[in-house]
C-alpha cells in the first residue's frame, strides 16, 4: 500500500514538472541566453533549473507562483556562472541567436530587418550591463514584468527596484545613444 502511494506521489511530481517544463521552459531560457549570451551554456542551465525544481518540489510554500519561483531559481543559476573564476576569463560571443527572438509581424522585409537589428542592439546593450541592472531591464523589457512583480522575484524593496531599474534605463538609453540610437522611445 505504501510502495503504491510512493508511485503515485512520484507521478504526480514527474506530470507537474513536465507541465512545467513545457510552460516556462522557453522563458527561461531566452532570460538565461540574455544573462549569459551563449546558447548551448543557456541550455545547461535550463536544464539544472529544471532538476532543481524536481529535487525541491516538495519544498515549495507556494508563497509565489511557480513561474516566479523558476524565474529567480534561473537568475540565480545564471549569477553561480558567472562567479566562476574560469568563466570571467571567457569572452562571450555577443551576437544573438536569431531562432530565440523571432518576430511574426506583417511588416515589409526591410522594416522587419531595421527593427530586429534595433531589437538585437537593445539586447546587446542590456545584457552588457551590470548584472543588478540587467536582470531587472530583462524582467521588465523582454518579460513584461512589473515592477512590483519584479521586487517580488528578485526578493529586492520595492523602491530598491524602481531605483535599479531607474538607473538602469538611464545606462542604457546612454549606452544606445553611444551606438547611434538617439530614439529615446524604449
Given at each position: ?34 544573462y549569459l549570451k551563449d546558447k548551448s551554456q543557456c541550455d545547461d542551465i535550463v536544464q539544472e533549473v529544471f532538476i532543481s525544481c524536481y529535487m525541491y518540489l516538495n519544498t ?99 523602491h530598491t527596484t524602481k531605483t535599479r531599474f531607474i538607473r538602469g534605463k538611464a545606462y542604457l538609453k546612454k549606452e544606445l545613444e553611444k551606438r547611434g540610437y538617439k530614439d529615446?522611445?524604449?
Open positions: 500500500m505504501e510502495i503504491n502511494n510512493r508511485l503515485e506521489s512520484v507521478q504526480l511530481k514527474e506530470d507537474l514538472l513536465t507541465k512545467l517544463m513545457e510552460d516556462f521552459g522557453d522563458e527561461l531560457k531566452r532570460i538565461a541566453y540574455l515549495f510554500r507556494h508563497e509565489s507562483d511557480y513561474k516566479t519561483w523558476l524565474i529567480r531559481i534561473t537568475l540565480n543559476k545564471c549569477k553561480d556562472y558567472h562567479r566562476k573564476w574560469s568563466i570571467r576569463n571567457i569572452i562571450h560571443k555577443p551576437v544573438i541567436d536569431s531562432d530565440l527572438y523571432n518576430d511574426n509581424s506583417t511588416n515589409s522585409a526591410e522594416k522587419m530587418a531595421e527593427q530586429k537589428e534595433i531589437k538585437n542592439e537593445i539586447i546587446n546593450t542590456i545584457s552588457s550591463l551590470k548584472p543588478k541592472y540587467k536582470e531587472i531591464l530583462i524582467l521588465y523589457y523582454l518579460q513584461d514584468f512589473k515592477l512590483k512583480d519584479i521586487s517580488i522575484t528578485l526578493k529586492l524593496n520595492f529615446g522611445s524604449f
